[in-house]
């Protein structure tokens, strides 16, 4: 995006170096008034937007980033009050945008050079604007008690510096915010780039071809006003990615709420139920199997209450660990893992294949009676290959009898989508494959 724009700014100023820009001329008090309302709102509303940013981060990128579009939207608004009165202002009406408009400049010049630290001090969230504040009641008081000998000043016969040092700090800047939005995952970077590369085309511009009046529109003009309607998207994309990371809080907040309620409430109940089950002695049959039942309900809660506090992007291998490994513990049985860590899947594939070892390891557990069981993570030629393996008692596959859990896997691995296969045999021991 920052090279076509580097490449339309080089068309527009090339327009501008030819005679064209005499023909593209367009006479509009109201129109260019218009422009430098826009700029102001603009510069303002993102610099709105990075104040909030910045209460986040406190770093100081936000907070130059912030001081400096808050001198340029002043600058841009005194200028629409000027050019709104539509009558003469003197030396320092004519002289102070100037003025903060180089200082805006400079410091986000800086925004774009510094590193991304944060602040010492928290106490700059609420001082964030008292430097620059100070510093534009400086430059105005200056320029106030100098406005007599002040140079007259107007489109016409600007100086040459200010077009310069405004000039040089937005290429600078344009680089700078360029090359750290390549390494860093902001939104508001990669629009901040182009958008200073726009700017620094305009002032181009000014310096190769000024304009002839003040009540005429030129290119320059309308590339300043394009490079403030990219901040406007750089806004309307910082804002998108504010309520994403809202809603993103909101639903892990809802999601640890309803783990303490889970926690607090039905493993609570389960455990007493099951507590209460183990002590009756009639009917001793009936009794083991409400335990069972009550062991896989506080398994299945457990899992539940683990699957709401994990993390979304947490590798594969590390979650099967973890759930292979509290089964293992709970049941004293010696685990063999061999787990590739790179392998990366989704999070609802992630889900399924949990479940599906969790299952292979359980009926190995109390169908298999087994000591031991193997689980390997790995590669399979172009897709990846789940196992799960036992020396236990096996079992008949085409036996009439087959349980609600074998069905289960066989789904779960069908919709990944993936290949299920299972092979057992009597005293020989069970072996799960999933491959997807």
Known sequence: MTLALLVGGMAAAAVAVGRWEREFGYQSAAAYLVLETVNACVALLLAYLVYGRFRRTNTWQDLLLLQGLVVLGTANALLSVTLAKNEPVGGFGNWLPPGLRIVGTLLIAASALVPDRQTRRRGWRHWALAPVIAVMLVISAVLYWRRDSLPEFSTTNAPLIPA??????FAVAAVGFTMQARSRDDVLLR????ACAVGAFARLNYLVFPPAREDWLYSGSVLRTASY?????AAGREISRHWALQAEAAVVEDRRRLAREMHDGVL????YI???VSSFTDDRPRVDR???????ALDEARQMLEALGRSDDEPLGLVLHRAVEQLAQRYGVTLDLEL??????DRAQRHSLVRIAREAVLNAVRHGKVDRVRVELGRDGEGSRLRISDDGAGFDPGGSRTGFGLISMRERAEALPGMFDLTSRPDEGTTVVVRW
């Open 191 to 194: 629009w901040l780039g182009p």
């Open 274 to 276: 099951r507590s209460e």
């Open 290 to 296: 409400i335990l069972g039942a009550s062991d896989r």
């Open 164 to 169: 310069l040092v405004t000039f040089t700090c």
């Open 229 to 233: 309607l990219l901040l406007l998207v």
């Open 340 to 345: 590739d860590e790179s392998i990366v899947v």
């Open 268 to 271: 609570q109940e389960l455990g």
